[in-house]
């Protein structure tokens, strides 16, 4: 098999590569439960993820490399309800970089690194031939409070979905760096930890939660539904869209369902919770147009169905193909 940038977006064919190589050769208990970030035993449990960042701008509206190095390895942390605490980072240069570039990209992260209340306590650089690139490689380690157990398999019947903000907002804001189109979307590039303590200090019952990246929304609520073995049925009239995403969406053929994020979550909660989980989210931080979009059921297990406004049914799939490349 030939690897193409289909394999980098997130879909079908990142988790088939993913399935045939990387899980089949290092196959253990804790990788095979593939969640954002794996939850390990030691004197407590400690949550451990690392991730890539080769994103194209490497600064773009809302946000730079930096910003997204740390955003998106805190963000994977939380999602399995730990509390992030420190992050590595591995830099490999391109010959021809500027400096002063690099000054914006390690003060960003200083900053976010700041605002999250993680330590970056350890790195690596390397310098290669090339045209002025910078690629950055983050590893995070958090600790996972006692009787906090979050997964995909745990979404049960009668649980609510919610979604934190506005899609899709990232993925447009890349895109239109690199096409040259002008408007006013900015990168919701954000790190969420705000809104994970609000829900877990309240008590709401917290089934799984995934950041809505490479693949968007509906890959991610696909890989929900197939590990829970359930149905996730939304109504396509809540999902929270902004009118500048919407109509550059409408321009390009692009659909917010399938475009990635850097400062939105995903959560499946009990029913009964959505309520007070959404309270959370809309007070705090980057949570403000939070929703609830639909909810788990045994109509159509492995499957997503999405209600239109007119009353129809159709079949949301995980993304198939390209999508964008370079988002993060």
Same mark, same amino acid.
């Given at each position: 098999?030939?690897?193409?940038?289909?394999?980098?977006?997130?879909?079908? +064919?990142?988790?088939?590569?993913?399935?045939?190589?990387?899980?089949?050769?290092?196959?253990?208990?804790?990788?095979?439960?593939?969640?954002?970030? @794996? !939850?390990?035993?030691?004197?407590?449990? *400690?949550?451990?993820?690392?991730?890539?960042?080769?994103? =194209?701008?490497?600064?773009?509206?809302?946000?730079?490399?930096?910003?997204?190095?740390?955003?998106?390895?805190?963000?994977?942390?939380?999602?399995?309800?730990?509390?992030?605490?420190?992050?590595?980072?591995?830099?490999?240069?391109?010959? $021809?970089?500027?400096? #002063?570039?690099?000054?914006?990209? +390690?003060?960003?992260?200083?900053?976010?690194?700041?605002?999250? $209340?993680?330590?970056?306590?350890?790195?690596?650089?390397?310098? *290669?031939? #090339?045209?002025?690139?910078?690629?950055?490689? /983050? +590893?995070?380690?958090?600790?996972?409070?006692?009787?906090?157990?979050?997964?995909?398999?745990?979404?049960?019947? #009668?649980?609510?979905?919610?979604?934190?903000?506005?899609?899709?907002? %990232? %993925?447009? @804001? *890349?895109?239109?760096?690199?096409?040259?189109?002008? =408007?006013? &979307?900015?990168?919701?590039?954000?790190?969420?930890?705000?809104?994970?303590?609000?829900?877990?200090?309240?008590?709401?019952?917290?089934?799984?939660?995934?950041?809505? /990246?490479?693949?968007?929304?509906?890959?991610?609520? %696909?890989?929900? @539904?197939?590990?829970?073995?359930?149905?996730?049925?939304?109504?396509?009239?809540?999902?929270?869209?902004?009118?500048?995403?919407?109509?550059?969406?409408?321009?390009? #053929?692009?659909?917010?369902?399938?475009?990635?994020?850097?400062?939105?979550?995903?959560?499946? !909660?009990?029913?009964?919770?959505?309520?007070?989980?959404?309270?959370?989210?809309?007070?705090?931080?980057?949570?403000?147009?939070? @929703?609830? &979009?639909? %909810?788990?059921?045994?109509?159509?297990?492995?499957?997503?169905?999405?209600?239109?406004? *007119? $009353? $129809?049914?159709?079949?949301?799939?995980?993304?198939?193909?390209?999508?964008?490349?370079?988002?993060?």
């Amino acid at each position: 098999m030939k690897i193409t940038m289909a394999h980098g977006s997130g879909g079908r +064919a990142t988790s088939q590569l993913i399935a045939d190589i990387f899980a089949r050769n290092f196959n253990n208990e804790v990788l095979s439960r593939m969640e954002d970030s @794996a !939850v390990v035993p030691g004197s407590g449990r *400690i949550a451990v993820t690392t991730d890539s960042f080769v994103v =194209n701008p490497i600064f773009f509206p809302g946000g730079d490399i930096g910003k997204l190095s740390v955003c998106g390895t805190v963000n994977d942390l939380l999602m399995s309800g730990a509390q992030p605490k420190y992050l590595t980072c591995g830099f490999i240069i391109e010959e $021809g970089a500027q400096s #002063g570039e690099l000054e914006r990209i +390690a003060a960003s992260m200083a900053q976010t690194a700041s605002e999250a $209340g993680v330590t970056i306590v350890a790195g690596d650089t390397k310098v *290669i031939e #090339g045209n002025g690139g910078v690629y950055i490689n /983050t +590893a995070g380690v958090g600790f996972v409070p006692e009787g906090v157990n979050i997964s995909a398999s745990l979404c049960r019947e #009668g649980d609510a979905v919610l979604v934190s903000g506005y899609l899709g907002e %990232h %993925h447009a @804001a *890349i895109l239109s760096a690199r096409m040259g189109i002008e =408007n006013q &979307i900015l990168s919701d590039c954000a790190p969420l930890g705000e809104m994970v303590q609000s829900m877990q200090e309240a008590g709401v019952r917290i089934k799984a939660m995934r950041d809505v /990246t490479r693949g968007g929304l509906a890959t991610v609520l %696909h890989e929900f @539904a197939v590990s829970s073995d359930c149905c996730v049925e939304l109504e396509e009239n809540r999902l929270p869209v902004s009118a500048p995403v919407k109509g550059f969406c409408g321009l390009l #053929g692009l659909d917010p369902l399938y475009m990635g994020n850097e400062g939105k979550m995903t959560a499946v !909660v009990a029913g009964e919770d959505a309520p007070l989980a959404l309270e959370c989210m809309k007070k705090s931080r980057y949570g403000e147009n939070a @929703a609830i &979009i639909g %909810h788990i059921s045994q109509k159509e297990k492995g499957k997503i169905l999405l209600t239109t406004p *007119i $009353g $129809g049914t159709r079949i949301l799939s995980e993304l198939i193909g390209e999508g964008l490349p370079r988002i993060c």
